[in-house]
């Protein structure tokens, strides 16, 4: 096998026999398989087998019936179960033309690039097929978002967020990989530095159904960028810069309503310690949720742990005040830097630690766990 296509599909029946007619039209000079990763709710496994039927090259369905991570989960499935190295990921909605694949074919002939991304953004590319004006500027800022957070690894790539690309499975670390929605290119080339050709498209407009994208889509990504780039720790941060500042306006508010300062700020805390948790549990953490129990569980000793924590931190400030001499407003941003190392810690650790596995299963979920504690 020279190619593996893999087609993330999602609810796409209408499009299947149109997208491997074109395929087997466009590429004939190969030997390759198409694999379908399929996430849908309606008949289109059952149209996918049908075609696979009479295709004259293999097609591969594999239907996730618990899908995690989406269409980048998805993607990765299908790289997983590739049999060639050089593999072309394209969305099965025809927004990606068949015709244009044996170009990137033929980029990646010359044998200096790990990676080929169809573009949208160089000469001879266009993007009229997104669907308004809105998604362009979307598509267009988030480009330039994501290249400026990444300006060496994506110093070649001027459309990393492109879902139409031919990469090299030798040159990645899929075990590695962290797809969170719908970036997954994105995903690829800010783990390791990669050789990026890349060759012009026109992104086209669908060929029958509906898109998927969303605005949950969009916060999805905003948080892959932010995880790529800082890690969780930074987004754990973020959210705890934002409770604060949450707090503080609760706080504000229920004065003005005519509370006493003290149960204001109390219940002001109590309710940022609920929002708090929602997003982590949401955003920061939401990878490792499928492991780590119960989400009541996990409530409980988040909650539990920042009530302690602010019970516990006013009596180490009034300590390191009035003994250690500390100027109060230094002692109390020590405490809270103290405070929040021990909450990232106690969160990443214990909050989502994954469940213990019964003693047969565990060797096999071993590595996970590994790479888990790891990112
Ligand atoms: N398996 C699986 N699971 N496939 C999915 C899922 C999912 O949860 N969500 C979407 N897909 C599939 C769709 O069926 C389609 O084949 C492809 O992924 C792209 O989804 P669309 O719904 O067509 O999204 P789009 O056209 O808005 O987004 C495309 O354009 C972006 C560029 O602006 C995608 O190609 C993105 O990857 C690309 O970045
Ligand atoms: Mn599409």
């Not at 169809?118 to 979307?138: E, F, P």
């Not at 070649?156 to 499975?169: A, I, K, Y």
């Not at 596995?357 to 060797?363: E, G, I, N, T, Y």
Request: with cysteine.
């Amino acid at each position: 096998m020279d190619l593996t296509i893999v087609v993330p599909t999602f609810n796409e029946g209408p499009n299947v026999a149109e997208l491997l007619r074109r395929i087997g039209d466009a590429v004939d000079d190969r030997l390759f398989e198409v694999v379908f990763v399929d996430d849908s709710t309606d008949d289109t496994p059952q149209i996918i087998a049908a075609a696979a039927q009479t295709a004259d090259f293999p097609v591969r369905l594999i239907h996730r019936d618990a899908p995690t991570a989406g269409l980048g989960g998805a993607v990765v499935e299908g790289l997983r179960a590739a049999t060639s190295n050089w593999c072309l990921v394209m969305d099965g909605d025809l927004q990606h033309p068949p015709e244009d694949v044996p170009r990137l074919l033929a980029r990646a002939d010359r044998d200096d690039v790990d990676v080929v991304v169809a573009s949208r953004y160089i000469a001879g590319g266009d993007s009229k097929g997104l669907a308004d004006a809105t998604r362009t500027t979307v598509s267009r800022a988030s480009t330039l978002l994501t290249k400026s957070m990444f300006p060496r690894k994506l110093g070649d790539c001027s459309d990393p967020m492109t879902g139409f690309f031919l990469v090299n499975r030798d040159a990645i670390d899929i075990d590695a990989l962290r797809p969170r929605g719908f970036k997954i290119l994105l995903e690829i080339l800010a783990r390791r530095h990669l050789r990026v050709g890349e060759v012009p498209f026109a992104f086209a407009s669908r060929f029958a159904g509906a898109s998927k994208a969303s605005f949950t889509q969009g916060i999805r990504f905003l948080t892959q960028l932010l995880m790529l780039r800082f890690g969780r720790m930074s987004a754990f941060a973020l959210v705890g810069g934002v409770g604060a500042i949450a707090n503080l306006v609760i706080m504000w508010g229920l004065i003005r309503l005519g509370m006493d300062y003290l149960p204001a700020s109390i219940i002001a805390s109590e309710i940022t310690i609920i929002g708090n948790f929602l997003l982590l549990e949401y955003l920061v953490f939401s990878d490792m949720r499928a492991e780590s129990g119960s989400m009541r569980q996990r409530f409980v000793k988040s909650f539990t742990f920042n009530n302690v924590e602010a019970i516990i931190r006013i009596p180490v400030l009034w300590v390191l005040v009035e003994n250690a001499h500390i100027p109060s407003v230094i002692a109390a941003g020590l405490t809270l830097i103290a405070a929040f190392v021990v909450r990232f810690v106690f969160h990443a650790l214990v909050v989502y630690a994954p469940k213990r596995q019964p003693v047969d299963a565990s060797l096999a979920v071993a590595p996970e766990r590994a790479r888990a504690a790891e990112y």
